[in-house]
């Protein structure tokens, strides 16, 4: 009977285990989502500098 709880009870301990690491698994993934996001955010941003410094480099030729 003892063998049977502590069977029970381990079986139990892995099932929670199994649902802990499935939770960590989604917030990596939620979380390398949102890093993906913000990398294209941030590629889109540098984009726009590199765009208007170019276009600042080209106004303060025609003046000098």
């Known amino acids: ?7 029970a009870s381990s079986a139990e ?3 929670a285990v199994a649902e802990e690491i499935d939770r960590n698994i ?6 390398a989502n949102k ?6 955010e ?8 590199v765009s208007t410094i ?3 480099k080209n ?3 025609k003046f000098v």
């Open 35 to 40: 890093a993906e996001q913000n990398t294209e």
């Open 13 to 15: 301990e892995q099932g």
């Open 42 to 49: 941030f590629l889109l941003s540098n984009k726009e500098i």
């Open 1 to 7: 009977h003892n063998m049977n709880t502590q069977i």
């Open 26 to 31: 989604s917030i990596i993934n939620e979380l």
């Open 59 to 61: 106004n303060i030729h």
């Open 54 to 56: 170019s276009t600042l």
